[in-house]
């Protein structure tokens, strides 16, 4: 499509061109800023992470979330966007003392219901980072990103509660076959007690 050089694009042509683009395909695009603009939002964000992160006036999923999509909103790469804002996204909720150490993951949530995270980040009325995209009301998108994090955690605790099932079942049948061997037991409870708590 061409356009003449003075053509400039307002905010009703850059929507009604994104309707016409996501009819025809089924998908929308989205233009982030211009390049020369990048590097003073990518600065901008961090020292906001860094300061929301020091003055804890936010909970950190809050921050997260925001981090997520202000990230994915300046769209810094050609490619990997979306990969990188959920690294940043896991670097500060762990930072922040929501890592549990590195056993949940939000990219299953995301890979699950991938057209609502996609739906969710597509928040706004315009397409263009300039056409108030940058100061779109997220709630939607803290909505889904925090219902990601409770998805997450939940199944965490369900493994933990199974798993602890698990082991109960299994110490109850160490206790029945083992039962009146108390000098065995207190072999090894002393063998225990040699070792370093390190080695425990």
């Not at 211009?34 to 809050?62: F, H, R, S, Y």
């Not at 709630?139 to 602890?164: D, H, W």
Request: with cysteine; hydrophobic share 35%; proline share 4%.
């Amino acid at each position: 499509m061409q356009f003449h050089p003075n053509f400039q694009i307002t905010p009703a042509i850059a929507n009604r061109l994104l309707e016409i683009e996501m009819r025809g395909t089924g998908t929308g695009f989205y233009m982030p800023p211009e390049a020369k603009d990048v590097a003073l939002l990518m600065k901008a964000l961090t020292k906001w992470i860094n300061e929301q992160i020091k003055t804890k006036e936010l909970p950190a999923p809050i921050i997260a979330g925001l981090a997520h999509y202000q990230f994915a909103t300046i769209h810094p790469y050609y490619d990997g966007n979306g990969r990188t804002a959920r690294l940043l996204t896991t670097f500060i909720l762990h930072k922040t003392g929501y890592g549990m150490k590195g056993i949940y993951s939000l990219e299953e949530y995301y890979a699950k219901n991938l057209q609502g995270y996609y739906n969710a980040l597509a928040i706004g009325k315009s397409h263009n980072y300039y056409f108030a995209r940058a100061e779109a009301d997220i709630t939607p998108f803290l909505e889904y990103f925090i219902e990601g994090m409770a998805t997450a955690f939940q199944r965490v605790c369900e493994k933990a509660f199974s798993e602890n099932q698990k082991s109960k079942t299994k110490s109850r049948e160490w206790a029945n076959e083992n039962q009146g061997t108390g000098e065995n037991i207190k072999f090894h409870t002393e063998k225990l007690r040699e070792l370093r708590p390190q080695q425990r």
